[in-house]
């Protein structure tokens, strides 16, 4: 069964139970959430759902040269139909992208780390208007996955970066990668 828009609703809420703070630069997706239909399909262009994968090894986080956007960022993309859970497309999407291997992977939190909802460029390549995504974060752990053979399509490259640089670079969202909700 594919990702269901009640899945996303669950997964927001939860978060925002954790990180009430957020809750008002939430309001437009939970809004959006609370309305409408078809968050996990890419071709919502009110808002479609996004994952991201925080994979922790010691004191490094693993992140890729993301190729469309020219920036490091934690590996993620969207979720696709054959997807069952939020979760697991995050594996999958962290396993494409970098060519860790799954099985050494332990989910350090059911509860997203961070979710961001923003705007994203057009991208007529793709017949993609100018849109939005909501990103939910999943953090994992490790204690011996090591990059694999990278998805060239879509990344350039994929390595650790210690917590405090990868903070710098990506944002203070990495932070959660190793404090998560209890």
């Known amino acids: ?98 060519g860790v291997d799954p099985s050494g992977l332990v989910l350090a939190s059911q509860i997203p780390v961070y979710v961001e909802y923003g705007r994203v460029p057009a991208r007529p390549a793709k017949d993609e208007p100018e849109h939005f995504h909501l990103d939910l974060g999943y953090s994992f752990v490790t204690t011996q996955a090591d990059v694999g053979c990278i998805q060239e399509s879509e990344v350039r490259a994929a390595a650790w970066y210690p917590l405090p640089v990868a903070e710098r670079l990506v944002g203070h969202r990495i932070a959660r990668a190793v404090t998560v909700p209890a």
Do not use: K, W
């Open 1 to 98: 069964m594919a990702v269901s828009d009640s899945d996303i609703s669950a997964a927001l809420s939860a978060y925002l139970e954790c990180y009430p703070d957020e809750a008002a630069s939430l309001s437009e997706p939970a809004r959006l959430l609370a309305q409408g239909t078809g968050f996990a399909s890419r071709r919502n262009f009110s808002m479609h759902v996004t994952v991201g994968a925080l994979l922790v090894r010691g004191g490094d986080v693993l992140l890729v040269d993301h190729r469309a956007y020219g920036i490091l960022l934690q590996p993620g993309g969207h979720v696709e139909p054959t997807d069952s859970t939020l979760i697991g497309a995050a594996v999958r999407e962290l396993v494409e992208e970098t």
